[in-house]
């Protein structure tokens, strides 16, 4: 699995740090998405998943399974 | 185009008897039968009413609607929501680049990490009020001893806003959101608290601490990148939008807690922080304290499950029935504190979801992690369908909840 952000997207809402803390984080000055591994282990799939799926911003897009 | 029909239904619409938890029934056979439909207001202007989960989340996060409040079409919410934010402009009344700029002064406030910071303060005032609870008549209305002042706590710690001056703070955001109130009279509430928060910036300014205020004093208005009154206008927000939202949701959640024991008793005996978090999640799917809606403007012909929605025509994304949706949630209409609910709009969706969703949590987390655990024998002190409730305010929510222990 391939993880791209789009911080232009992002809403600073926080729903994937607390989806995924090991995969996102937010930037200290300003709130917005940092990725943290843009590969991260298939044990993490399902959070990641879920991340994706709620982002309010639609920042989050995945590539392969 | 805009034919106000006798056909076309009010909105809001009433809540079942006997059902102060659920949405109104109507707007659930709305959901099933005509997702998207016209719906009357107040000042006799009609909108778009949206129902289903999947409609209201394709359409908060499309960027051809729009939140500016000057649109004539813009569906307001009453006379007092239309006074207040067509003259006083804040983020939430913003479109993106602008909105954009003026959120992002605000997120590394409330991202996750900073609020989880304060996790141990929000503690202190849980366990704080909970010892006043204790240590005070039995029974008691846990509304002002307890869901109040949360929240209420706070926003004035997150702010800066000294602690003599809470009583003060907490009548006056009470008179903004007055339920069917006078637009003058919460016009002057605000002025009153902008004087109030413009001062406020002065003393922060000449004495920064580690809170909102300080920092926007000294990063914002002494570059020059803010003036004082926007700082106002923004605190003034952060109160609005923070304060009755959380309290309520606190108050109700209990109230439906109590009607649920069990449940309740396997919140209390937990001691798991992901059951707590999870539970937290399911009563904010649940009561969508919010029950006016997300209110929007299209800027552009749109369509929206399959409806045509002109340029110019209002429209209600109806969070309420999107989280009762069978599409999104099994057996939607069970509390089940078990279920993962977490992609929930109750913060609502797109570029306007709450700003104070992480803060949110932790107090609703710390608050029901806590009061049940410290306080095991909680119960109603009046049979719960005495409960009155606030059908028109305008974050919904039970009225008084009298308990005991
Ligand atoms: C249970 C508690 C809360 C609920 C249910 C809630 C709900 C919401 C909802 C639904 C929106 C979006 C409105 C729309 O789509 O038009 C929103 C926006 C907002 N909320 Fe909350 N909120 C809560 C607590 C808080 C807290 C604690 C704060 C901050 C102290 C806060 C600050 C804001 C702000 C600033 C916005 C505007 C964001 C924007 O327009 O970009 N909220 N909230
Ligand atoms: S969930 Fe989306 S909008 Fe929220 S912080 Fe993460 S990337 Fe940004």
């Known amino acids: 699995m391939e993880v791209i952000v789009d911080q232009d997207a992002c809403a600073g809402s926080g729903q994937c740090v607390l989806s995924a803390p090991e995969v996102f984080d937010q930037r200290d000055t300003d709130g917005i998405v940092v990725l943290l591994n843009d590969n991260p282990d298939p044990r993490l799939h399902d959070d990641v998943h879920e991340a994706a799926r709620i982002c309010p911003g639609r920042a989050i897009t995945l590539i392969g399974p | 185009m805009t034919d106000a029909s006798s056909e076309t239904p009010m909105f809001p619409i009433a809540r079942a008897a006997g059902c102060p938890f659920d949405p109104p029934p109507e707007l659930s056979r709305n959901r099933e039968q005509a997702p998207v439909s016209r719906v009357r207001l107040w000042d006799g202007s009609t909108a778009w009413m949206v129902t289903r989960y999947a409609d209201v989340r394709a359409l908060l996060a499309d960027p051809r609607v729009s939140v500016d409040v000057a649109q004539p079409g813009f569906p307001h919410t009453n006379a007092v929501s239309k006074a207040r934010d ?73 702010l800066g806003v000294p602690y003599t001056d809470r009583a003060y703070f907490q009548r006056v955001a009470g008179e903004l959101l007055m339920d069917q109130g006078d637009p003058a009279k919460a016009m002057a509430a605000s002025e ?121 025509e209002g429209i209600i994304a109806v969070k309420s029935t999107a989280n009762r949706d069978p599409a999104a949630f099994s057996d939607p209409d069970t509390l089940d504190i078990h279920r993962g609910a977490r992609h929930h709009v109750a913060f609502g969706y797109g570029a306007h979801q709450c700003l104070g969703q992480p803060l949110a949590r932790v107090e609703l987390q710390v608050v029901f992690d806590t009061l049940f655990r410290r306080i095991p024998t909680l119960a109603p002190a009046v049979p719960l369908e005495e409960l009155t409730f606030k059908p028109n305010a305008v974050f919904y929510g039970v009225r008084d909840l009298p308990v005991t222990w």
């Open chain 2, 192 to 312: 009153e608290l902008h004087v109030y928060l413009e001062n406020l910036v002065e003393e922060r300014n000449a004495e920064p601490g580690d809170n909102v205020f300080s920092r926007l004093a000294v990063e914002q208005y002494r570059t020059g990148a803010m003036t004082r009154r926007e700082i106002a206008t923004l605190g003034q927000l952060l109160l609005v939008a923070g304060h009755d939202t959380t309290a309520n949701t606190i108050a109700l959640g209990t109230a439906l807690l109590l009607a649920h024991p069990e449940q309740l008793a396997a919140i209390r005996d937990s001691g798991d922080p992901a059951l707590v978090a999870r539970a937290v999640e399911e009563l904010l799917r649940y009561l969508t304290v919010t029950h006016t809606e997300s209110r929007r403007v299209a800027r552009e012909d749109l369509v929206v499950g399959g409806q045509l929605i002109r340029q110019g």
């Open chain 2, 86 to 158: 067509t003259q006083m402009k804040t983020l939430m009344q913003m479109d993106a680049p602008e909105h954009i700029t003026n959120r992002r002064r605000l997120t590394a406030e409330f991202m996750v990490k900073r609020v989880e910071a304060l996790r141990p303060t929000i503690q202190q005032i849980v366990d704080d009020l909970i010892d006043d609870l204790l240590a005070g008549p039995n029974p008691v209305d846990l509304v002002e001893a307890f869901a109040l002042p949360v929240p209420s706590m706070v926003i004035c710690e997150l």
